[in-house]
């Protein structure tokens, strides 16, 4: 069973960048039918989709976020990386990494997040 | 602001039957499957309905998910008070080129 853990700094200082990172156990970051995702719930709030990348480095960024994020993948470590940048206390949210199912089916294209990371809080303060 | 529509919130006492309605447009729902996902207190999403229509192995028959143009729908039969969670819908969206969630609905058992 694949498993996700999510790693970094619990606090950031605005206008600095934020980097967390995802280990990957439990099954291979190589594969064409994956996608590795980064996804956020400011606390009380809904869900947002920051960004996704292939193992070949092919990736989707939300695009109200598309300026500051960067994402990233090591596939000798097994990992994924997220960078936003410019934070500010807006970007206050629980991160949580995740394997994002890809491929096409007779149904249409299948694109949904099957497994997840535990979360973790990210703070913006000074 | 999601492009998916969800009321926020929606209530039922055990054993009935709850609905939750997801509200997009062309550019996702009617042209990309719908997922739905569970989220309960203090834990991470889990994956509930996938394809529109198919739930993972593990999770009960009680949930099912359909579609029909720009809407979609989860619906929750003989509602327990362990489904007491909030939910959310997504899916692909072909005018961002991203992926969007639902506002979310948060389902309480009386």
């Known amino acids: 069973q694949v498993q996700l853990q999510e790693s970094g700094p619990g606090l950031v200082k605005p206008s600095e960048t934020l980097s967390l990172t995802c280990t990957v156990s439990?099954?291979?970051?190589?594969?064409?039918?994956?996608?590795w995702g980064w996804i956020r719930q400011p606390p009380g709030k809904g869900l947002e989709w920051i960004g996704s990348i292939s193992y070949s480095g092919s990736f989707y960024h939300n695009p109200a976020l598309k300026s500051r994020v960067t994402t990233s993948v090591d596939t000798s470590s097994n990992q994924f990386s997220l960078k936003l940048s410019s934070v500010t206390a807006a970007d206050t949210a629980v991160y949580y990494c995740a394997r994002q199912e890809f491929y096409y089916d007779s149904s249409g294209h299948q694109k949904y997040f099957q497994h997840w990371g535990q979360g973790t809080l990210v703070t913006v303060s000074s | 602001q999601s492009v998916l529509t969800q009321p926020p919130s929606a209530s039922g006492t055990p054993g009935q039957r709850v609905i939750i309605s997801c509200s997009g447009s062309?550019?996702?729902?009617?042209?990309?499957?719908v997922n739905w996902y569970q989220q309960l207190p203090g834990t991470a999403p889990k994956l509930l309905i996938y394809?529109?229509?198919q739930r993972p192995s593990g999770v009960p028959d009680r949930f099912s998910g359909s579609k029909s143009g720009t809407s979609a729908s989860l619906a929750i039969s003989g509602l327990q008070s362990e489904d007491e969670a909030d939910y959310y819908c997504a899916a692909w969206d072909d005018s961002l080129n991203g992926y969007v969630f639902g506002t979310g609905t948060k389902v309480t058992v009386l």
């Open positions: 062309s550019a996702n729902i009617r042209s990309n499957t």
């Open positions: 394809s529109n229509n």
């Open positions: 439990g099954g291979s970051i190589s594969s064409s039918s994956y996608y």
